[in-house]
């Protein structure tokens, strides 16, 4: 059987709700849907205010969406697409926003690295007991500060746990059984 708990939720993380599909900020309490022992993920504000009776009727709309999504992927597969060079993208950004490729490369890795972590601790690979008591600027520094030699002594206890990077797109496939 499956059922929901809630517990309160010190960290304000982003996640995906296992109900609707739909991204959300979890502040304050974290609703978690199990079956028995089992995690199965998050759920968003929303879909507790529509409450349980509404479950079915949400999980059917997300389950057409995303097949309606498979539909469109699978005719785009084995067909050409027409894509103009990056340069050609480049050209058509402002001259002022020209110059950060690297800038946005060094983006996307942080925010890579970011979500790693985000998972690590929304997951309870780290247990909670490792992120309680710390202040969100510990955690800020956690979840974005690349070079450990720059965290503080309070959260040193967390390096071990730097090198478990997560994939998200892995994370967020279903299991393959």
Avoid at 78 to 106: F, H, M, N, V
């Amino acid at each position: 059987m499956f059922r929901v708990n809630f517990h309160k939720f010190d960290l304000c993380v982003s996640s995906i709700c296992i109900i609707c599909g739909v991204p959300f900020v979890m502040e304050h309490v974290e609703a978690a849907l199990w079956e028995g022992n089992k995690f199965i993920g998050n759920m968003c504000q929303e879909c507790i205010r529509k409450g349980s009776q509404d479950f079915t009727k949400i999980l059917q709309q997300q389950a057409q969406q995303l097949n309606d999504k498979v539909k469109i992927i699978e005719e785009l597969i084995g067909q050409e697409i027409s894509c103009p060079p990056w340069e050609e993208y480049q050209r058509a950004l402002p001259a002022e926003k020209r110059d950060i490729t690297d800038k946005q490369k060094g983006f996307q890795e942080l925010r890579q690295m970011t979500m790693s972590r985000i998972l690590l601790i929304g997951e309870e690979i780290i247990p909670k007991e490792e992120v309680e008591g710390l202040k969100s600027k510990q955690i800020n520094i956690f979840l974005t500060e690349p070079d450990l030699d720059k965290w503080p002594s309070e959260i040193s206890h967390l390096k071990r746990y730097v090198d478990m990077e997560l994939d998200i797109q892995t994370f967020l496939k279903p299991d393959e059984t």
